[in-house]
């Protein structure tokens, strides 16, 4: 019979559905367990307040948080006035359909590079041709380059969605194109942009690639006191040169200890994230 | 009528309302710093990495002999390693990625659908490195027990890196998928279930068709992260130079170590490399290639991710 093929088909179809999404979700599920169980035995107060030792095989990690925080707060400032300007001339100041979905195009391609060419580039560029040596404003300057594209098109993405007549209604006031974007525009996309740079800022948080060659050091590094020759310790690389030390226990206990505070670090920048993409899916909607 | 309107009045905005002003001077600095960084690096890749073309010619990407030493630079077995690995990635995570990409959109019901999506969300930014953590930890033990038969010399082989970056594009593609799939409007379904198909018939000819471009265009994104992830793979690649076998189709060196582009690049090689000329255009050559590898991977994705929406909207 015709109709029974189809219908032993079509639960062929349900069991394999069924069967891949379970392993594939119970697998990562119990991997990501196993990261956090592993994580919370190595973490203690002691462990977060202490500087390394050893060679990251005793002590803790209170200068690899710092650098990594230092990182984040120095690629935020960066992102943050950056992507407002280009996403601004991109949606406000230029109108050309052409010119817009050309810069478009080249925002995803640049969303694509690859992490590593940036810290090739930056090692050549900054620690090398200008002589800053290893610093944490160039490390801080790459991580914003890299997310550059992702915050761009987010807050241009927010300023599409502005309903017409709240710009209309500016211009009946009589308002300038300043006030116009000060009041109405950057307002209204704010949920979008900060989501986006939030987001941008949880990938940029987890990089290695880009500052292990232009701003970071395994060991030596404490508070940065300038901007040239001024490497800091980051949690990233940390963890990078301790899994290559990987047949030392106690080495492996503190890499474990240190994936779990990137980890939280990165949900918790998620987590700031999430009210304001719930209320840019709202702005959305309206 | 609306859409006219909305255009029209941000088309007022873009005239010049005065010759001159700050939050528009400001932003066109800001745009052109952005663009002269990105412009900068371009032309960086190009500039210092082409001598190396010049010199060794085609034979910088056909030969496997890269001996820095004796100035000798054959990229051969970096390309396919790159190449092999992120494939392999692509085609482990497919199956997976598509099943429960399916499973979240067709099957479950929202309640747990929205679990399951931030789950897989949560784990897309995970940093590479930790998957490098997993990888050397638990993956290249496993994988030298597993495939003791073939006598892999360690557990750092390609396929170890190729595993890795299949769990690690996983929820890229997966969530991607899902987004196209869930934007296939919900008549789609009811007519197809309301004729009789069964969900499969259904799936294949309703939701299918309308959905594919965007997963297309998800399955790019993902080999364009795994072509340009450097840390996980430097972790269990093994990184030995030069090994290629002599037919493009055998499956020995899925357990030998290897090395992709990547792994290269992300090396202290670098260091090396800085301040001599031929190696360093070597290097910056590699990059160059990935350069491109990615660049047309990235286009192609947003091409297809075009004409779908073009053939949706008639």
Redesign the interface.
């Known amino acids: 019979m015709v109709s029974s093929i189809r219908i032993w088909k079509n639960q062929l179809f349900i069991l394999l559905v069924y069967l891949s999404g379970f392993i594939t979700v119970s697998l990562l599920f119990l991997g990501f367990i196993l990261l956090l169980s592993k994580g919370f035995q190595s973490l203690s107060l002691e462990f977060l307040l202490s500087p390394m030792r050893e060679g990251g095989i005793s002590g803790g990690i209170f200068y690899q948080i710092l650098g990594t925080l230092i990182l984040a707060i120095t690629t935020l400032f960066i992102v943050f006035p950056l992507s407002m300007g280009f996403a601004l001339v991109k949606s406000i100041y230029i109108q050309k359909a052409f010119v817009k979905k050309t810069m478009e195009l080249f925002l995803y391609i640049l969303n694509g590079i690859p992490s590593v060419l940036f810290g090739i580039f930056g090692f050549f560029f900054f620690v090398k041709y200008l002589g800053w040596g290893k610093s944490w404003f160039t490390g801080g300057f790459l991580l914003a380059m890299m997310i550059l594209p992702t915050t761009t098109l987010a807050l241009s993405e927010g300023i599409n969605r502005i309903s017409s007549e709240y710009i209309e209604n500016g211009l009946a006031l009589g308002m300038r194109k300043t006030q116009i974007i000060f009041s109405i525009i950057l307002p209204q996309s704010f949920s979008s942009f900060l989501s986006g740079v939030l987001l941008g800022l949880a990938r940029a948080v987890g990089e290695t690639a880009p500052i292990m060659f232009t701003a970071t050091i395994f060991s030596g590094a404490t508070i940065p006191t300038g901007v040239k020759e001024s490497p800091i310790l980051s949690l990233p690389y940390h963890i990078f040169n301790l899994v290559q030390e990987s047949y030392h226990p106690q080495a492996l206990s503190n890499a474990w200890g240190s994936s779990l505070v990137l980890i939280m670090l990165v949900i918790l920048i998620s987590g700031i994230a999430l009210p304001f993409r719930l209320r840019a899916h709202e702005e959305a909607k309206v | 009528m ?1 859409i006219l ?2 255009v029209s ?6 005239k ?3 010759p001159f ?4 001077a ?6 052109l ?2 663009l002269l ?2 412009c ?2 371009a032309l ?2 190009l500039i ?1 990495g082409s001598p190396i073309f010049f010199q060794e010619q085609l034979s910088f990407i056909t030969d496997a002999d890269w001996f820095y030493r004796i100035n000798q630079y054959g990229a051969a077995s970096m390309i396919y390693g790159t190449i092999l690995v992120s494939f392999l990635a692509i085609v482990l995570s497919l ?6 990409a ?3 959109s ?2 479950l019901p929202n309640s747990i659908r929205v679990y ?1 999506k931030s ?2 969300e ?2 897309a ?6 998957y ?3 990888g ?3 993956l290249r033990p496993l994988i030298f027990k597993w495939f003791a038969p073939f006598s892999p010399e360690s557990g750092d082989t390609l396929l170890t890196a190729s595993v890795i970056l299949a ?1 690690m594009i ?1 929820p890229t593609v ?1 969530s991607l998928s899902e987004d196209a799939l869930r934007g296939v409007s919900k008549e789609h379904r009811e007519v197809a279930l309301s004729l009789g198909l ?4 259904t ?1 294949v000819h309703g939701v299918l068709p309308r959905a594919i471009p965007g997963i297309i265009a998800a399955v790019l ?1 993902g080999l ?1 992260r795994a ?5 996980a793979v430097y ?1 269990v690649i093994g990184r030995a130079d030069n090994r290629l076998s002599d037919s493009l189709f055998s499956l020995k060196p899925l357990f030998e170590a290897g090395q992709t582009i ?1 792994s290269k ?2 090396g202290s090689e ?2 090396i490399a ?1 301040g001599e000329p031929t190696h360093w255009s070597a ?2 050559g590699l ?1 160059l290639i ?2 491109v590898f ?2 047309v ?3 192609m ?2 091409a297809v991710n075009w004409l779908g929406r073009k053939y949706q909207h008639g």
């Open positions: 609306g309107v909305f009045s941000k088309a007022i905005l873009s010049p309302t005065f002003s700050v939050t528009g400001f932003s066109l600095i800001f745009t710093v952005s960084f990105f900068g690096m960086f890749l210092q199956p997976f990625a598509l099943g429960s399916i499973l979240t067709e099957f399951v789950f897989i949560l784990l930014g995970i940093p590479s490195v930790v490098g953590l997993l050397v930890l638990f769990v996983l997966m069964t969900r499969l018939e799936f994104l364009g072509l340009g992830e450097t840390i972790l990547t690049l992300g670098l260091y800085y290097m910056i990059g990935l350069f990615v660049g991977i990235v286009a994705g947003e």
